[in-house]
């Protein structure tokens, strides 16, 4: 940490070292794994509360266990401070358990590894697994006062952090219902509610009923999501009620040829071969494309004519992580001469009688994707869809000129919900900034 500022009187820069012993836990083998006994925690138990645990029944040394309060430091992969809030628990290699010496507050010492995490990350090893040793480490300066001023600069931080969650907290609030309303607005769509096949008056469309009703569609596809495929037959069953009058339901296969990608690395003896950009599953997300880094393949010249994306495809991905189920969305000739991956599904529309947006939009509903969670192949952290579960993906269907309508009336209340989300996303990148702001003074001896 650069001295870019005059430390107040009685301040001292000292080393990390000098402050606190710092434990690192212990290497568990999987054998050691057990469904039973205390937790083990791993760097993923600390930066995703809702990661799977392993525990043991065995018994380590002291210097392994970790209970309610004790501050921890993850040193490697995914550098961050946290105050372990579980109970007695077992401490996993790459982590260190900060044992603070007695002339330092601990909650001092949280904070001021949050605020020079980034300054551990320039000083880390490695690219993809990247790890701070603990030389580095521990001779890291810090600025450090008086004990009674580390205790009256958290009580001045945990005062100003207390009013900023409360914002924060609000924010995410309303971000949830962001994603909540977007459903409920796809439910409706496809009930035929948001057009005339009920005589139904898009204004009466309340902001509070949409909310409840979307909510209880996201409960049972998050229950849908948690318990997995029970069987391997193909169930056709929706959860969109009775159809409008005039709509009929069909399978996608009805009206989509769908086919899969191309395989990467395979062996072409010599054959004549080109390059062409192609769609990975990281590129496809549920809605959008994420096309800010795209790759190349190797393939056969025939492959372009077979796999090559044309304006109004709708792309599904297979799998992998349970969120990548089935997620997709609407090609619009972003790059030229695409061609999509083996992982990825292509459905075009067999006529001009579909519109491959009204088909894209309800592949986002929660209707295809509690479909989706029914019938494809799962594991306990995987799940995965083929070809044929694709195909018999149940679509209401009315006429195209309803479909346009309909499309028309989704990206109209859409397009509010994302200027919406624009401005939440910007209120919080400010509170980071806020907070990043707060600790700078703080170690800086200039806010109290």
Known sequence: MKELYQLPKEWKRVKLGEVATYLNGRAFKPTEWKDIGKPIIRIQNLNKPEAKYNYTKEQFEERYKVVKGDLLFAWSASLGAYIWKGDEAWLNQHIFKVVPKNFTDKTYLFYLLEKIVQELYAKAHGSGMVHVTKGKFEATEIPFPPKPTQEAIVSKIEELFSELEKGIESLFTAQQQLKTYRQSVLKWAF??????????????????????????????????????????????????????????????????????????????????????????VANVQDGYLDLEEMKTIEVLPSDKDKYKLLFGDILYTEGGDKDKLGRGTIWRNEVDDCIHQNHIFRARPLSREVDPKYIAYFSQTRSAKNYFFKNGKQTTNLASINLTILSNLPLPLCSLKEQNNIVQEIESRLSVADKMEESITQSLRQAEALRQSILKKAFEGRLI
Request: glycine share 8%; with cysteine.
């Open 191 to 280: 009930e035929g509610k948001l057009t005339n096949s009920l005589n139904y008056d898009s204004n009466d469309l309340h902001e509070d009923y949409d909310l409840n009703i979307a909510a209880e569609d996201e409960a049972e596809y998050q229950t849908k999501k948690n318990q997995g495929n029970q069987n391997n037959q193909i169930n056709h069953s929706s959860d969109k009620g009775e159809l409008p009058k005039g709509w009929k339901e069909v399978l996608l296969k009805d009206v989509c040829k769908i086919i899969g990608g191309v395989t990467k690395g395979r062996d072409f003896k010599r054959k004549e071969t080109i390059h062409l950009p192609y769609l990975r």
